[in-house]
Structures are given as C-alpha cells and as structure tokens.
C-alpha cells in the first residue's frame, strides 16, 4: 500500500467559484463550503445561491432532490446544480462528473463522492467516525460539518466506518493502525474528529500513540443512555482513563453539551484536570449556550458557530471565542 502512495495524486480539479457566481452567490457558497457533506449547491435562474447540507447516503443524490426542492420552493422557479460536494459540476450531470475513488487506507475508505488529492497533493487528512446504535447502519451517515474547514483548506476527508461495535479496544487499535499507515504514506497532518462513539474512539486511538496531529471529540459516548447503566461510575472511570493517557503533542479540542442522556457528568471536568496535569494543548468547550442534548452538533449551526474557532486551535493553537 504504502508503494501505491507516489501514483495517488488524482488529476481531477474542480472550477473556481468565483468563475460562474454573483457577489451573493459567492457568500453563499463560501457558507456552503463549510458544512459538511452529502451536500448540495444550487443556482436559481436569478443567480441567488441556495443549498442543502448535511444529508446521509451512500451517495449525494437524496441531498440533490431534497436541495432542488428546497431551492424550486423558495427560488419558485427551477434551479440547476451548480456543486455536489466538492465538485463545481461546470454544467455536467452530477453522476458523470463523480471524482475518482482513492484506495482504502487500512480500515479508513475515503468520503464517497468526494474530490480527494492523495498523500502527495493534500494538505492533511481528516477522519470522520461517525456514532453508533446497535442494529442501525450508520456507516452512510453523513459527516458533521466540523470537518469543512478542513477540507476546504486543503485536507482530504476519509471515514473510519463501524456497522457494529463488539470489540472497542480493537477499533482503537485500528483507528491507531490507519493513522500510522497514513503518515507513512506521507500525509503531513492527520485530524482525528467524531461524534458518540466516534469521538470516543478518536480519543481512545490518540491514548494507544496514534500519531495525530489533532482532535475533535464531540459528545463523546461509550457506555450508552445512562438510564440503561447498572454503574454509571464505570463509564467515568473509563473517560479518566482516556483523558488521563493522552500525552502532549496533538491540539485536542473536546466538546459537551447539556442534557446529554449519555453523559454520566463531570468528564468536561475530568478532562480539564488531565490535560492541565499532563500539559496537553486542549479546549474543552463545556454545555455551550444554544445546544442541547447528545447529538447537537448535527445541524448547521454547530459548524457555523465554531467550525472556525476549531480549525484555528488545531491548526494554530490560537484561542478564540467562542472555544474559549
């Protein structure tokens, strides 16, 4: 695998934006540039942008038919695809203008219909691991938008899919696995970011010394609602361990938020306490105002409120609100 990374520099480029769209137009798809896919761009036959983000499938086509109804509603006229994704179509049908596939990276697949460059051509790597409930396939959910702003600068987005989670120490030690396997494939920076038990494991691989250079942990879960735990102080316990592993060197940036059924309480505490003890870059963003509940940063307005100030911290380590 790692003799294949020279030839991975795909030669696919997308049009500029700015070559097609109005002054409006463009605010909007610079909005729409940092949310999270499946996701859609579309033009209303007056140049006014529209879009739909954040759209699960194994492929972008329910965000496209969601999107053209949501633009035709609002627009009252038909509009056409101007992007999907990360692909400026330049008026070609959206299927056949799909980016080629790059390989699998161990247990890591690259985000479907997605224009990635490769280890050479890349600015780093983002990996999205998704949550989890038994009996539900969230291997087509759709990534939270957190990743844009990465993405957008430059980073290639793969997945780190689980249909069913029956050995938790072993997905860490995958997900620490790709991470190696990835830098030694030559991508300069790897972001490990994910929600539920995606954020769990993030942590749990950067514990085991997978050699991250970043970390978005959002309502991190592993124990499940704690309504149905026998001892609510065991899942503390395992969060004490995680945070208390982690050794300096990745920027961490963890995230809670209010009435999370999951949540035993005290990990935003535990966590501040580890990482000032062991001198880990963290910011740990405790029950912001205006979110609520376990999966609150499955919308927009999560990536619009701190989609930035995240991607500053990893990238910079500059602190600014609001993940202060």
């Known amino acids: 695998m790692v003799a294949l990374a020279a030839t991975w520099v795909t030669t696919w480029v997308a049009s500029p934006a700015s070559a097609q769209l109005g002054a409006d137009a463009q605010r909007a798809y610079e909005d729409f540039q940092r949310l999270g896919p499946h996701r859609v761009f579309m033009l209303a036959p007056n140049g006014k942008g529209y879009l739909w983000a ?68 890349a600015a780093g790597l983002i990996v999205w691991s998704h949550g989890y409930m038994q009996g539900v396939d969230a291997t087509v959910s759709a990534p939270q938008g957190q990743v844009a702003n990465f993405t957008t600068a430059g980073y290639d987005l793969y997945r780190f899919d689980r249909q069913w989670i029956r050995d938790w120490p072993g997905d860490a030690s995958a997900l620490a696995d790709a991470v190696r396997q990835a830098k030694s494939m030559g991508y300069r920076r790897v972001i490990l970011a994910g929600q539920s038990a995606g954020a769990w494991v993030s942590m749990a691989a950067t514990m085991r010394g997978a050699p991250v250079d970043g970390v978005i942990s959002v309502s991190a879960a592993h124990h499940g609602e704690v309504v149905n735990m026998t001892d609510a102080s065991r899942a503390r316990s395992d969060w004490q361990q995680v945070v208390r592993g982690i050794k300096p060197g990745p920027r961490l940036v963890v995230v809670n938020f209010v009435d999370d059924s999951y949540d035993v309480g005290g990990r935003m505490d535990d966590a501040k306490a580890a990482f000032a003890a062991s001198g880990v870059d963290a910011v740990v963003v405790s029950n912001p105002e205006g979110f609520k509940g376990h999966s609150a940063a499955g919308n927009n307005a999560f990536p619009r409120k701190f989609g930035a100030c995240i991607y500053s911290f990893i990238e910079t380590g500059t602190r600014a609100a609001p993940c202060l």
């Open 54 to 121: 954040g759209a699960a499938g194994a492929d972008p086509s329910g965000a496209i038919e969601r999107g053209l109804k949501y633009c035709q509603d609002n627009a009252t006229a038909a509009c056409t695809v101007y992007a999907v994704n990360n692909v400026v179509l330049s008026g070609r049908d959206w299927k056949a203008a799909a980016p080629p596939l790059l390989p699998t990276i161990g247990r890591l697949r690259p985000e479907p219909y997605w224009q990635n460059k490769g280890p050479q051509g």
